[in-house]
C-alpha cells in the first residue's frame, strides 16, 4: 500500500470517530458503550444464548476487567441484572431489565431504523470490505510493531 494511501486512511479513521461523535445525545450517566453492551447481550440472547461477561469481552473484543466495571456500572443504574447459573453457581449470566431494554430500542433500534433508508446507496459489500479493511488496520496498530525512534 502506498503512504499516500495509508494517510487517507488515517483521515478516514480520524472522519470516522467524528462521525461517532455526532450519535444522538444520550441520558445523563450513560456512555455509548451501555448501548453497545445492550445491543450485543440482545443480539446473542436472540440467538438463543445467556449471556457471560466473557461473552460481551469477546465480541467486543475488550478486556475482561473493563466489560465486568461497565456491567456492575449498568447494574446500579438498572439496566442490567445478573443471576446465577443453577448448574454452576460460579456462573453469571447476564440480562437486560425493563430499563435496559427501553434505553436500547431507543437508541438502537429507533435512531438506526431511521439511518438505515438515508445509507441506502452504500452497498453492503463496500461496507463490508471498510469494516474488514478497519479491523485488519487495528490489528496491526494494536500489535505494537511500528514505532517512531
Known amino acids: 500500500m502506498e503512504i499516500k494511501t495509508i494517510k487517507a486512511l488515517f483521515d478516514a ?5 467524528r462521525i461517532r461523535d455526532l450519535l444522538p ?3 445523563d450517566g450513560v456512555t455509548p458503550s451501555y448501548i453497545h453492551y445492550l445491543d450485543v447481550i440482545e443480539t446473542m440472547e436472540g440467538q438463543g444464548a445467556q449471556v457471560k461477561v466473557s461473552d460481551i469481552s ?3 473484543n475488550i478486556p475482561r476487567p473493563g466489560v465486568t466495571r461497565t456491567v456492575k456500572e449498568m447494574e446500579s443504574k438498572g439496566y442490567l441484572c445478573k443471576h446465577t ?4 453457581g460460579r456462573v453469571t449470566y447476564i440480562t437486560a431489565t425493563q430499563a435496559g ?3 436500547s430500542q431507543k437508541y438502537n433500534e429507533q435512531y438506526f431504523n431511521r439511518l438505515a433508508p438515508l445509507l441506502g446507496d ?3 459489500e463496500d461496507a ?4 474488514q479493511t478497519i479491523e485488519r488496520f487495528y490489528k496491526v496498530m494494536s500489535e505494537g510493531r511500528v ?3
Open 147 to 149: 514505532t517512531v525512534e
Open 58 to 60: 469477546n465480541a467486543l
Open 101 to 103: 431494554r427501553q434505553l
Open 25 to 27: 445525545a444520550l441520558p
Open 122 to 124: 452504500i452497498l453492503e
Open 128 to 131: 463490508a470490505c471498510t469494516i
Open 85 to 88: 447459573s443453577p448448574q454452576d
Open 13 to 17: 479513521y480520524y472522519l470516522a470517530k
